[in-house]
């Protein structure tokens, strides 16, 4: 076993590497920059039963350290997924992670059934999404609306179920801890932080959904605390999320219990950086003698 | 599509809040009229997106932007002077090949102009009537670089300070019959796009629109451009659409 490998549950990664839902569509763009084989997994874009076109532009505005979006779970729907851009992956070489989302429970349960018979590693419950106005994050908002939509996935579903939970929220860890209860394999969080940017000289937001999620470094300390806190409070392996842009931030999130971690915004900016990451961190694992870097997963030292 | 570093050759003022940046690449990248480039801006000031930028011309290696400073990005990027700059290019979709001895009307507006340019390095084969319109005089530039690369070039200002007076969409409607174009090419501000739309005819037009990127490569499906078949990409689908397949 590779020092990267890292199994959570089971979900096993070469390294713990993943590319975060919404920020690396269906993994094609990446793969003009590197053979996709490097990363650890691919969490796909957030997919509906149907099409969705998504909010109106303009949907992106720069903040310090941090940018909101407001895409509005833009994609052509699960038949395309599936039989367009999952066999376009087939020889990929790194774990795949479908993203769902749904507007009823009846769609959740319905994508996690037609999912879990897609050739795939996992699938990535997305409660979180804050820029749809039916469905998405009111499903994450708090432990019992997590707890309902968990537990009637986890029936649906014949894969390792991972939960993506919402900052959101007042208490994410009994949101964490609900999403256990029911059945969840994984955790990750978190998603992004609802927020909004104004014009002044026009008087407007700068986004045409008016609100978005706010993402990138600006954020990490915030999911940082809120890793620790689910850590402390559930069994099950965590996925950490929330503005990684170098090697020592992933290092930070593992310390704070995340046994891997999602990156997005800052491969958006460096298409590059997963991949100087993760070559990065077995560099580091050499350095310091580490049998797997899994030995640093909630090695903080309080 | 590449991600490299490059290095500045210079970044100087050319008109008022416009400068004009050239970058030396390590190689040769073949580049399309029309394409563009994501530029990092510095990160000193928290900015941390790369900025989309328009080629303007290129030779070999060296690639030139011009750019106006609209924001905290462009007026970092105004700043930097020297040394070395990230880039991904080239991408998008640009504008057509022109057939030989095709009559082009290039019609841009603003800092819309100077993409354009791009067109007559790639087609030196085609005839251009270039239509370039500004705001006002202290924003006019590079107006003798299209004189030389096309058969006839009209300046118009919105205040008349310099060329003719009035918006240069209005200016081409007035010759557009006698001229008879095989294509007009456009690059500026949607109204200039809608009003091109009503005085075209028959005429294909091709226009290269603009929205906020984050990505830029086609990742995070922010720049949503709205075209008769849905949302698209702008900036991979795009940035130059057909003008009758995008909802003006």
Redesign the interface.
Known sequence: MSKLEVKLGGLKLKNPIILASGTCNFGQEFSQFFPLCKLGGLALKGTTLLPRAGNPPPRVAEVYGGILNSVGLQNPGFAEFANIHLPALASCGCALIANIAGSTEQEYIELARLASDCPIDAIELNISCPNVKEGGVSFGRDAIAVANIVGKVRAACSLPLIVKLSPNTADIAENALAAQEQGADIISLVNTFEAMAIDCRTKKPILGNVTGGLSGPAIKPIALRMVWQVYNKVSIPIIGIGGIASTADVLEFLLAGASAVQIGTASLIDPMLPVQIAEELAQYAIDEGLTNISELTGALEV | ?K?KKAKIISNTKIAQDTFELVIELDEIVKIQAGQFAMLSVGQQE?????RPLSIHDYKDNIVTFIYTTRG??TLALSRQEQGEI?V?LPLGKGFPKLEQDAKVVLLGGGMGVFPLYSICKCNPQARFYSYLGFRSLEQVCTVERFQKSSAHCVVATDDGSMGKQGFITDILACGLDKLKPDIILACGPVPMFVALKKIIGNIPAYISME?????G??????????TKN??VRTC?EGPVFNIAEVEL
Request: charged residues 15%.
């Open positions: 599509m991600q928290g900015i941390i997106l790369k905290r990005g990230e991904i929205e906020r990127m984050a990505c490569f086609g990742a995070c499906l922010v720049c949503a451009c709205a849905g949302y991979t």
